[in-house]
């Protein structure tokens, strides 16, 4: 029972153009939400992240937005750069508690120069 | 400042042999978990540790242990390594709330 979907496994843009990476949640109960980047034989990385109580945070070319009516959050990316070629994974809890910390499977990201 | 450091990187068992994925931080953090992750899944924790002396299981924890005696040092144990064990491990920690702190990844392929 996966309680937090990423449905599409890859996304393909073009440099200087905006990705946009969705992800889906079905537990009402969470209230913290990250995005976590992931490059090939490395761990994931801290990204960004977001509380029920907002709906948008910003940290310079990444913005979260989360719409909790409809239990969905997206990553915006702009512009896009070749570097930030990598798995993207949406995850959420129940906060302050990382106890229950649930990851989306990942989508890869590809930016083309 | 090594953050989260995990060894081995890749190890090779056969099935019903033992094994245990050391992780290690240096970062005074509380809280410490394993997760493990598999193509199509996502990260899926197997067990975590709010302080030394206390562990509880996460949403996948059979064929798996571990112990915490020291703040720094979270091993995960196989006692009877199965071929559906074969993924990469992943140690993660934090404050206790918020971010991960993830380590490199321990990739295990069981015969």
């Known amino acids: 029972d996966q309680q937090v979907k990423q449905n599409s496994p890859s996304l393909s843009v073009q440099e200087g153009r905006i990705s946009i990476l969705n992800c889906d949640y079905t537990?009402?109960?969470?209230?913290?939400f990250l995005w976590y980047k992931k490059y090939p034989a490395e761990g994931p990385t801290f990204l960004i992240s977001?509380?029920?109580?907002?709906d948008k945070n910003e940290d310079g070319r990444f913005t979260v937005f989360l719409n909790k009516s409809a239990k969905h959050l997206s990553l915006h990316i702009v512009p896009s750069q070749p570097g930030d070629s990598a798995v993207y994974f949406c995850?959420?809890?129940?906060?302050?508690?990382?106890?229950?910390?649930?990851f989306g499977a990942g989508t890869r990201l590809t930016v083309k120069p | 400042n090594a953050g989260v450091t995990q060894t081995p990187k890749f190890q090779v068992l056969k099935t019903g042999q033992s094994m245990t994925l050391q992780c290690a931080q240096d970062?005074?953090?509380?809280?410490m978990s394993w997760y493990r992750q598999d193509p199509g899944m996502g990260l899926r924790l197997i067990h975590y540790?709010?302080?030394?002396?206390?562990?509880d299981q996460g949403e996948v924890p059979n064929g798996y242990n571990v112990s915490r005696s020291t703040t720094e040092d979270f091993p995960l144990r196989l006692l009877s390594a199965a071929p559906s064990q074969t993924s990469v491990y992943f140690c993660?920690?934090?404050f206790g709330g918020g971010e991960l702190f993830f380590g490199e990844g321990s990739r295990l392929t069981v015969l």
């Open positions: 993660a920690s934090s």
């Open positions: 970062m005074n953090h509380e809280y």
């Open positions: 977001i509380s029920s109580i907002k």
């Open positions: 537990n009402s109960m969470f209230d913290y």
């Open positions: 540790s709010v302080g030394a002396g206390i562990t």
């Open positions: 995850a959420a809890s129940g906060a302050p508690n990382n106890n229950d910390m649930r």
